[in-house]
């Protein structure tokens, strides 16, 4: 059984709007009430100030909320791979009734609705997610795929997705969302929570190329047990403006955390990423690499939070971020952070963005590479320090394939603007 797909969607947001998605999903009375509150508190929470720290390089004055209804029918997420030795991989409503206790106790502990107007917004309209439960000391041998659709312009979708890998457990997760361009604003409000429990072992990718005039307000945060370990990767290719929170909970001595990101825009794209690495534990490490190209008009926005609590000695955190820029115009800020209060630990953080060098085009077109392919060597070897982490060829393989679309786009302008 799936998420179900309806016909007709509520006019707006409004407190019938989330009545009828409990109703219509057969929610039990808790779920309904959690709904609710939710509500409630989206409809007491202003907008983020936009003289916040977060929030001052990106600007959402034009976002419109009172013209956006929830998507409620289309393309509900699929869920491809295999799901056995008691591993449950369901859509989010069949979830809350095959598996209530654990959506009770989960479901929005790590992401709360009362953090942010946004967060309390996806709480209450949640109608798609996926929920993945893999038992103690069960390897999923192979990648579990998840995909999510967006297809009516002027909608809200609010994609979830929820992971809890037990005890000594493997298994990796690769979500993809994607739309075709929209003819006006769209919304997307979406979250990942990622338990990761003592010893276990979590791969979790998120794959974004939403279409034009979508804006996208996401977090991905994950819980991470004694030894535990989180292999992160988000990519970002599309959508109007994409902001994004990625954080990793270092709870567990031993516990470990890669978060890699690519990112690539064009046309007047926005992107902004706000990372943390929370060591909360002693003997942590977490490992950070976010690499991005921008051009046309597009911007980038990095910024990275190492934080290591009291008593969390003998951590390594590892923080970079590097940008390009293809053209003028185009615009990266980078904002490397560290917050440390203990006193025997190892921690770096930099970061670093550059120019495509014509002076390294020229050396490789006189040695008969067209502009396209010197463009697309730097840019290649730009982006390999991620793609060479990702154990996942056909993966990668894809990724390359759209950065070269991009570079495509980009050589093409370059060439009509010197006709």
Known sequence: MTDRALTRAPVGLSREAVEGISERLNEPAWMRERRLEAWSLYEAMPLPDSKAEAWRRTDISGLKLDDIAPQLNGHAPSREGKASDGVLFMGLAEAVREAPDLIREHLHSLVRPDELKFRALAAAFRFHGTFLYVPPRVEVAVPLFGATRLDQAGTGLFPHTLVIADEGSKVTLIDRFASAAMERQTLVSGAAEIFVRDGAQVRYVAVQEWGSNVWDFGVVRAHLGRDANLASLIVAFGGSLTKTDIESQLAGPGASSEMLGLYFGEGTQHFDFHTLQEHLAPHTMSDLLYKGAVKDRARSVFSGLIRVHPGAQKTNAFQVNRNLILNAGAKSDSIPNLEIMANDLRC????????????????????????????????????????????????????????????????????????
């Open 348 to 419: 770096t953080h930099g970061s670093a963005t550059g120019r495509l060098n014509e002076e390294h085009l020229f050396y490789l077109m006189s040695r008969g590479l067209t502009r396209r392919q010197a463009t697309q060597m730097v840019v290649d070897g730009f982006f390999a320090e991620v793609l060479d982490r990702v154990p996942l060829p056909d993966l990668a393989e894809q990724m390359q394939q759209e950065i070269a679309r991009k570079i495509a786009e980009h050589d093409g302008a370059a060439a009509g603007s010197q006709a």
